[in-house]
T-cell receptor
Framework: DAGVIQSPRHEVTEMGQEVTLRCKPI?????LFWYRQTMMRGLELLIY????????DSGMPEDRFSAKMPNASFSTLKIQPSEPRDSAVYFC????????????FGNGTRLTVT | KQEVTQIPAALSVPEGENLVLNCSFT??????LQWFRQDPGKGLTSLLL?????REQTSGRLNASLDKSSGRSTLYIAASQPGDSATYLC???????????FGSGTKLNVKP
């Protein structure tokens, strides 16, 4: 089991640039979650998918953020245009579809927008 | 709406002490509760998962309990070590859409 795989591990970009974060969930997991973590706000749920369908995107902060899950093994979180306040660690997590299953996290992508 | 609270926000203890971290949640209709550990600059590592029908789970020096009726869980760490220093988060899985609700964490420092 390779676990949840995120790329890149670190991303440094200039304000205004487009940023794409990638996630490969654990095979067979039906749920995929995108979180953002900052010192000020802690861990925030941005969006999550069930069977590749977005279920709740109420945590997406602005229209600059978008997420897709074109298939069961891949998801992207895109920020366009990026701003310095988007600097944070972005985590992807996945879980099996059974309601009492645990959540598994990736190692995160540390994003710095200058 | 489910809300998860962790108290205290930070805790500092000398090595060797037994300690308890607390987690409370407002809606007892949960599927499970999970404890995580996060080291600085790292991801979240799952420590223990307690199903809603269970009262406790143990792994090594860690013991987690669950009291659904009172909306509380505790994580007991026996004989603490400096390597236990980290932030500990709890999360409950609940609701029609199987969401996970996180507490803000307890930052633990175990002094040598």
């Amino acid at each position: 089991d390779a676990g949840v795989i995120q790329s890149p591990r670190h991303e440094v970009t200039e304000m205004g640039q487009e940023v794409t974060l990638r996630c490969k969930p654990i095979s067979g997991h039906d749920y995929l979650f995108w979180y953002r973590q900052t010192m000020m706000r802690g861990l925030e749920l941005l969006i999550y998918f069930n069977n590749n369908v977005p279920i709740d995107d109420s945590g997406m902060p602005e229209d600059r953020f978008s997420a897709k899950m074109p298939n069961a093994s891949f998801s992207t979180l895109k920020i366009q245009p990026s701003e310095p306040r988007d600097s944070a660690v972005y985590f992807c997590a996945s879980s099996p579809g059974v309601y009492n299953s645990p959540l598994h996290f990736g190692n995160g992508t540390r994003l710095t927008v200058t | 709406k489910q809300e998860v609270t962790q108290i205290p926000a930070a805790l500092s203890v000398p090595e060797g002490e037994n300690l308890v971290l607390n987690c409370s949640f407002t809606d007892s209709a949960i599927y499970n509760l999970q404890w995580f550990r996060q080291d600085p600059g790292k991801g979240l590592t799952s420590l223990l998962l307690i199903q809603s029908s269970q009262r406790e789970q143990t792994s090594g020096r860690l013991n987690a309990s669950l009291d659904k009726s009172s909306g509380r869980s505790t994580l007991y760490i026996a004989a603490s070590q400096p390597g236990d220093s980290a932030t500990y988060l709890c999360a409950v899985r609940a609701g029609n859409f199987n969401k996970f609700y996180f507490g803000s964490g307890t930052k633990l420092n175990v002094k040598p």
